[in-house]
């Protein structure tokens, strides 16, 4: 059917959320999002922490003998990402079509069970079979945490809601990296220390499962489903929580914007459109997570070899990972100042440039300040990322197009993994960050060239 632009009973609902003020009441709603968020990001963080523990245990080896082999590191970190490719791309759908908050909570259980079965397998084989299945959960959770966000926060905030969430859920990577430093060389209770931070990301997950039923639907995707009632009440819950933050009344909404009331459907992801943005993204997303997991899951890796001790690389990711969840939160004063494509295109290429200067050092003192600076780069991309990809694309197909756009992030780092590993025996470090830096300049000229302005426009808007 013909998409039809009216102004619906839903972009009345949408004028009216976009209208409010970011008061305690949404940034609480937000904070429960990000710490369903924690343990997405402590599972995919995981991997090169634990890398060391595996690499004792005679499971994995840092190096392959032939590019595909699947006895290195990099099968480890190929079959999660081939999980996380198969769920954004085949299952990002549900959330459109179920809602944002039932597929929100049930993959992260998934996930726990997953994991857990993960941390007693004895064998390559064992241990990329349930990551890959464990991937799958993560990568539907990932989708439908952009989307959720998206629409449940007003429009002058996205971006600072954005780096909030991402500041919280990264509080993960300096915990795994303690819990790495601390355990990895140890046996406990008779279990490799490795297994002990897997199990721990398991359990930890069960807890803010519990915490997320405090959620309620997005409203924008109730409205949209015809679900008026239902998203009259959610909207009416958030308006009087505003206003008792407030103590006032919020201001009136302003003219609501007229949006396509038919349903969405996957082929629209590639309509005339849309089909422009779809392109975009999907470069953007191949060439970035190249850039981020290259460094993010083999820093412990690169460091040893570059002669550093398993038991001080560990401890120099630990003091580097604590800039994540801080730079996150500190860039909550600049998200919403500076249009959005521009902080994804400067961030790649600060990337790219202090990446290459990382790799020629090589004093503890040098490694560790320029691993910090990368990875308030690397933070940087990701919120600025994952907020623009949530705002392109209209609430009908949001949860679709970003699996789809996102899918391409994840099918990339199948193939990442081995690519280092060939780059690091063939032309050690600096070959490695040579490889990521002509990546990052990509992902900068593309979004520069093709990218939409997003910055302070009703979602709505953006779609049109």
């Not at 609902?13 to 305690?24: E, F, G, Q, S, V």
């Not at 981020?292 to 560990?314: C, D, E, Q, R």
């Amino acid at each position: 059917m013909a998409a039809v632009n009216q102004v619906t009973p839903a972009a009345l609902i949408t004028a009216r959320l976009d209208r409010l003020p970011m008061t305690r009441h949404i940034w609480t709603r937000v904070t429960l999002i990000a710490l369903g968020g924690v343990f997405e990001v402590y599972d995919l963080f995981f991997t090169g922490y634990v890398a060391p523990g595996l690499f004792a245990d005679k499971i994995f080896t840092s190096t392959t003998s032939s590019l595909f082999g699947m006895t290195g590191l990099a099968s480890f970190i190929a079959a999660l990402f081939t999980g996380l490719f198969i769920g954004t791309i085949a299952c990002s759908f549900l959330a459109d079509k179920f809602g944002r908050r039932a597929i929100f909570t049930y993959s992260l259980l998934w996930y726990s069970a997953c994991t857990l079965i993960l941390a007693f397998q004895d064998t390559a084989n064992g241990v990329n079979l349930w990551r890959l299945i464990g991937g799958i959960g993560i990568g539907v959770e990932l989708v439908t945490i952009d989307s959720y966000i998206s629409e449940l926060v007003p429009k002058s905030s996205r971006g600072k809601a954005f780096a909030f969430q991402q500041g919280v859920g990264f509080i993960a990577v300096p915990l795994v990296a303690l819990l790495a430093w601390l355990l990895v060389p140890q046996t406990v209770a008779g279990l490799s220390g490795w297994r002990w931070v897997v199990i721990f990301g398991s359990f930890g997950a069960l807890v803010v499962w519990v915490l997320r039923w405090q959620l309620p639907e997005s409203p924008r995707w109730l409205a949209q489903h015809g679900r008026l009632a239902e998203a009259e009440k959610v909207i009416g819950a958030i308006e009087t929580g505003v206003t008792a933050d407030l103590g006032r009344a919020p201001p009136p909404p302003a003219p609501p914007i007229a949006e396509a009331t038919h349903e969405g459907r996957y082929v629209e992801v590639f309509a005339p459109a849309y089909i422009s943005r779809t392109l975009m993204m999907t470069v953007v997303s191949f060439g970035s997570t190249i850039g981020f997991y290259g460094f993010a899951n083999w820093v412990p890796t690169l460091l040893i070899a570059k002669g550093i001790l398993v038991t001080k690389s560990l401890e120099y990711t630990f003091i580097i990972a604590l800039a994540y969840p801080l730079f996150a939160l500190a860039s909550i004063t600049f998200a919403d100042r500076m249009e959005r494509k521009w902080q994804v295109a400067l961030s790649s290429l600060g990337m790219a440039v202090c990446g290459v200067i990382f790799s020629l050092q090589t004093t503890a003192g040098a490694l560790i300040v320029l691993g910090v600076i990368q990875t308030c780069l690397l933070t940087w991309l990701s919120f600025s990322y994952h907020n623009y990809m949530a705002e392109i694309y209209p609430t009908r197909i949001r949860a679709r197009a970003v699996g789809f756009v996102y899918s391409w992030s994840r099918f990339s780092s199948i193939f990442t993994g081995f690519f280092i590993a060939f780059f690091l025996s063939s032309f050690g470090v600096p070959g490695v960050f040579l490889m990521i830096g002509g990546c990052m300049i990509v992902v900068a000229a593309t979004i520069l060239s093709f990218g939409p302005r997003t910055n302070q426009l009703a979602l709505e808007a953006i779609a049109h």
